[in-house]
Every structure is written in structure tokens, then in C-alpha cells.
T-cell receptor
Framework: AQTVTQSQPEMSVQEAETVTLSCTYD???????LFWYKQPPSRQMILVIR??????QNATENRFSVNFQKAAKSFSLKISDSQLGDAAMYFC?????????????FGPGTSLSVIP | DAGVIQSPRHEVTEMGQEVTLRCKPI?????LFWYRQTMMRGLELLIY????????DSGMPEDRFSAKMPNASFSTLKIQPSEPRDSAVYFC?????????????FGAGTRLSVL
């Protein structure tokens, strides 16, 4: 069974600085998707960024980028120029591309604080 | 589109009462998911539907929980009878399996407190 691990329960970053959130996963599959979701205090889960495993190029979305290391099964999220609105829980997630199901496996989350 | 709509946002009830949570997915989406989030267990998938048909309900904790999707625009998660350990935030999400997209869009959640 696939698992997703986030080893940092809490992180903090100074406003305007850069922070990296770690995520590792375990799978025997070769084709899958990885996601980072953000959950602000409003509770709504918001998709931040998505990576297809077959793509070598790291995904980027404005100030958010990932470092996808397939062999190491690592998928870290880098937030540049951190803003107060980035404070939230961040969840790493995995979904197989080899089944007809859409089951997503979420990590336990990392709580990010942004210090003014 | 207004996104995934869940109601109510907050629900407080007494042990033994029936609780019904509601979800309206994004129009055109063919998958609907119900999740439960607690501090202890994180985000757990309870059940999901494809084209209104339940596909995997292995995450439903016990027979007190039931979910229905009578049509493409509405789903309910019912707990009867409710217990204090059911207190959690319940999320509904929907997605559309279009080629390789398949991104889940979450509602704002329902915070359930069972006293």
C-alpha cells in the first residue's frame, strides 16, 4: 500500500523568506500523481501544485515550486517570498495513475507559520 | 462556478441524535468524495462515488455511517446514532476524470461536534 510521510509537523518562516516543506512517499508503482494542498484557517483544502511522475521537469506555480526526486521518492515544496497569507496546513498527497480509481492518499500535514 | 458547497458549516448535536451532512459538487464533476479530518487520524477518505454510484466505502467507520448520492448534484452523509468520537471536520470533494487532470476540489467542510 502507498504511504505519504511529512516529517515536519510544524515549520516557520520569516515573511519574504523562502521555506521548503518535505514529503516522502512509498510506492511500487511507476506512474502516479503528486499534489500539495493548502488548508488555511478557513479549513478549505486548496490545490497548490501538481506533478505527474512521468515528467522530469519540476512543476512551478508562481511562488510555489517542487523538487521532485523520483528515485528517492521525495516531493518537497518550496515557497519563495513567503507572505502572511501562506500560513496554513500543507498536505502532500499521492494518487495512482494505474487504476481507474481516484483515491488520494494524504500525508499528516505540516503547519506553516509566517512571522511578520 | 461556486465550487463545492457543503452545509451546514457547523453542527452541534447531542449523542444519539441523527446528523445529516450535505454536499453539492461542482457541476459536471463525476466523482464525489467524503473525507473526515481529526487531529489524531488526519484526513481519512470515508467513501467515494463515480457517476452517483458508490465505488469504495471501505473507509466508512461503521454501520452508523451511511452516504447517498441520489443525483449528480447532491450527496448526503448521515450518522445515526451519533457519538462524541464522531466529532470532526467532514469534507466533501469532487473531481472530473478528464484525461490526466483529475484534481479534487474541496468544500469548506462541516465541523461536527457531538456532545
Amino acid at each position: 500500500a502507498q504511504t505519504v510521510t511529512q516529517s515536519q509537523p510544524e515549520m516557520s518562516v520569516q515573511e519574504a523568506e523562502t521555506v521548503t516543506l518535505s514529503c516522502t512517499y512509498d510506492t511500487s508503482e511507476s506512474d502516479y500523481y503528486l499534489f500539495w494542498y493548502k488548508q488555511p484557517p478557513s479549513r478549505q483544502m486548496i490545490l497548490v501544485i501538481r506533478q505527474e511522475a512521468y515528467k522530469q521537469q519540476n512543476a512551478t506555480e508562481n511562488r510555489f515550486s517542487v523538487n521532485f526526486q523520483k528515485a528517492a521518492k521525495s516531493f518537497s515544496l518550496k515557497i519563495s517570498d513567503s507572505q502572511l497569507g501562506d500560513a496554513a496546513m500543507y498536505f502532500c498527497a499521492y494518487r495512482s495513475a494505474q487504476t481507474s480509481y481516484d483515491k488520494v492518499i494524504f500525508g499528516p500535514g505540516t503547519s506553516l507559520s509566517v512571522i511578520p | 462556478d461556486a465550487g463545492v458547497i457543503q452545509s451546514p458549516r457547523h453542527e452541534v448535536t447531542e449523542m444519539g441524535q441523527e446528523v445529516t451532512l450535505r454536499c453539492k459538487p461542482i457541476s459536471g464533476h463525476d466523482y464525489l468524495f467524503w473525507y473526515r479530518q481529526t487531529m489524531m487520524r488526519g484526513l481519512e477518505l470515508l467513501i467515494y462515488f463515480n457517476n452517483n454510484v458508490p465505488i469504495d466505502d471501505s473507509g466508512m467507520p461503521e454501520d452508523r455511517f451511511s452516504a447517498k448520492m441520489p443525483n449528480a448534484s447532491f450527496s448526503t452523509l448521515k450518522i445515526q446514532p451519533s457519538e462524541p468520537r464522531d466529532s470532526a471536520v467532514y469534507f466533501c470533494a469532487s473531481s472530473y476524470r478528464e484525461l490526466a487532470k483529475n484534481i479534487q476540489y474541496f468544500g469548506a467542510g462541516t465541523r461536527l461536534s457531538v456532545l
